[in-house]
């Protein structure tokens, strides 16, 4: 079955950098798009970049722009987000998400914690 497990998430001052990682199983990852999605408290889930099956392509939220990369390696079957300059309302829980066969599978999140 298609199974996503991120990593990496933790507490990290404002202006430092985490970068998040997502492994996928039970699919054959380098044919999906991928993306990464974040939940704060409160909030509604919002993408917060995605990228395409080869990596060539890659779409970024605007909040997120410059300070963000997502980023690939389809031969561990692993998506990255690498997150630098790092605010506090960028805490949030991080999903890795990615629709396979026309449905859509979730990891079970990383949390995000950006404080002093």
């Known amino acids: 079955q298609v199974q996503l497990v991120e990593s990496g998430g933790g507490l990290v001052n404002p202006g430092g950098s985490l970068r998040l990682s997502c492994v996928g ?34 779409h970024y939220a605007d909040s997120v722009k410059g300070r963000f990369t997502i980023s690939r390696e389809n031969y561990k079957a692993t998506v990255y987000l690498q997150m630098n300059s790092l605010k506090p309302e960028d ?26």
Do not use: H
């Open 25 to 58: 199983s039970g699919f054959i990852f380098r044919n999906f798009a991928m993306n990464w999605y974040r939940q704060a408290p409160g909030k509604e889930r919002e993408l917060v970049a995605s990228i395409t099956d080869t990596g060539g392509t890659t």
């Open 91 to 116: 805490t949030a829980m991080y999903y890795c998400n990615s629709l396979v066969s026309g449905r859509g599978y979730w990891g079970q999140g990383t949390q995000v914690v950006v404080s002093s």
